[in-house]
């Protein structure tokens, strides 16, 4: 156990000397000592400090089961007892995941019937690119090489996946190739003068859609892409039918419609996966995150079945050069079918019940002078931080620090997420308690409170 303060000191200086963190690192001066983590239990993660703080953002947004399950832990060491190890490729496989493959068939929307692990989200996101040029490959239609997303979205850091990312921090200066790849505007209705009339945000979208592929060109564009709801973005949620209206226009022109569930998919958001409330089958699907419940790395490309046939038929006598040594980890994929068992044995349940107390306590919040915003859906929620709400005028540059927001909360032993717009995001696990949802709110409203105070 790491709770020796002058231990802990010394960790942080051999990060700071040899650990290159994911964005953080490369903030040059602006880089801090790193805050580390010892334990966690259920909600509760501790530090080397031994504070004992809520996970109000599960981790990244992963770790919706909660920590600690001695059922996923047993699951771990048995898997890694019999068998740590099998790959794929060569046609040999292992029982767990066999059976996970066919449990997540079994419970994904219309016929996503086929599965391709991968170690996590971008690989899944990248995978889809491969496997969606293939497709058109395939199907004599090499040309249909132009993929659109949409603003602010977020689906990965690979060079591929990135080039589908709107945020220009995770292309600009990294050379991403952006010509096969096109952005329309986001869904965000908080400065959306139309957010009034959801019919005419939808229409909107449609329009701006049907222009795009009109620009590029019906018969060269791929696929479309889209979070349910925008996670990286700001946790934006698009106008009921909003979904259901873009898969409507991909349909129209034969467009391959790929729904990112790598934060909103397992119960993040009520079901189990978000695109379930929109009524739509996508043709693929990518998830991660939740999917392990962050306790190993995994993520899945869950592909419909003229999707799958299309490929496998395509190539023939030829295999797919596409893999990698780790595709259905069977350690992460027996930890993954425990994982989905604990879900279904009430964390589900449970994560829609707290889900509605945490969007309506934080809704709670919404007449504090701070508030601009407070929006998402089941546990998945932002607040949006204004100084002026008539004005919807986003914070300046002092309040606005994400690390300050972030540090406020760590103070009073919350974690969340502070978005550089002002926008704190959460992402609870599932099995949070009543007590922990309530207290997840007063803390926010507490450093509102001292924000207010001392910008
Ligand atoms: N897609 C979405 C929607 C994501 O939110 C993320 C990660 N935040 C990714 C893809 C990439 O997943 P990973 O970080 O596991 O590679």
Request: aromatic residues 8%.
């Amino acid at each position: 156990m790491l709770t020796h303060p002058p231990l802990a000191n010394s960790l942080v200086e051999l990060d700071r000397r040899h650990l290159v963190h994911p964005v953080s690192s490369f903030r040059g001066h602006e880089a801090r000592g790193v805050r580390i983590l010892t334990s966690a239990n259920g909600a509760t993660v501790t530090d080397a400090e031994g504070r004992q703080l809520i996970d109000g953002f599960a981790g990244l947004w992963c770790v919706n089961a909660g920590y600690g399950h001695e059922s996923v832990i047993e699951a771990a060491t048995r898997q890694m007892r019999e068998l740590p190890y099998a790959t794929g490729y060569f046609d040999l496989g292992a029982e767990a995941p066999i059976r996970l493959a066919a449990a997540l068939a079994e419970r994904a929307p219309g016929d996503l019937n086929h599965v391709y692990f991968t170690l996590g989200g971008s690989d899944a996101v990248d995978s889809t690119i491969r496997f969606i040029r293939y497709y058109w490959h395939a199907l004599g239609q090499p040309g249909r090489d132009q993929f659109i997303s949409v603003a602010s979205g977020y689906h990965g850091s690979t060079s591929m996946g990135a080039g589908l990312t709107a945020l220009p921090l995770f292309h600009d200066g990294f050379g991403v190739p952006h010509s096969w790849q096109h952005k329309i505007a986001s869904h965000d209705l908080y400065r959306n003068p139309l957010a009034s009339e959801p019919q005419a945000v939808i229409a909107a979208s449609v329009a701006e859609l049907r222009a795009k592929i009109a620009e590029i060109g019906a018969e060269r564009v791929a696929a479309f892409y889209v979070e349910p709801i925008q996670g990286s973005g700001g946790v934006l949620v698009p106008p009921p039918g909003w979904i259901k209206a873009m898969h409507a226009v991909c349909r129209e022109f034969g467009i391959l419609f790929v729904a990112d569930e790598v934060i909103t998919g397992f119960g993040r958001t009520g079901p189990l996966f978000a695109c379930e409330d929109e009524d739509i089958v996508p043709d693929l699907m990518t998830v991660a995150k939740g999917l392990t419940s962050g306790y190993l790395p995994m993520g899945a490309v869950l592909m419909s079945d003229h999707v799958y046939e299309v490929i496998a038929d395509g190539a023939g006598a030829k295999a797919v050069g596409h893999g990698f040594t780790y595709s259905a980890h069977p350690v992460s994929a027996a930890v993954a079918l425990e994982v989905l068992s604990l879900y279904e044995g009430g964390i589900f349940d449970n994560g829609r019940a707290m889900g509605e107390r945490l969007q309506a306590g934080l809704r709670s919040l919404s007449d504090h002078p701070l508030v601009g915003d407070v929006r998402g859906r089941g546990m998945l929620a932002a607040v949006e931080l204004v100084t002026d709400k008539t004005a919807k005028t986003p914070l300046p540059a002092a309040l606005n620090a994400a690390t300050r927001l972030f540090d406020r909360a760590w103070e009073q032993g919350l974690v969340v997420r502070s978005f550089a717009q002002g926008v704190l995001g959460y992402a609870p696990p599932l099995c949070c308690t009543a007590d922990e949802i309530d207290a997840i709110v007063a803390r926010t409203r507490k450093v509102l409170d001292l924000t207010l105070e001392d910008p």
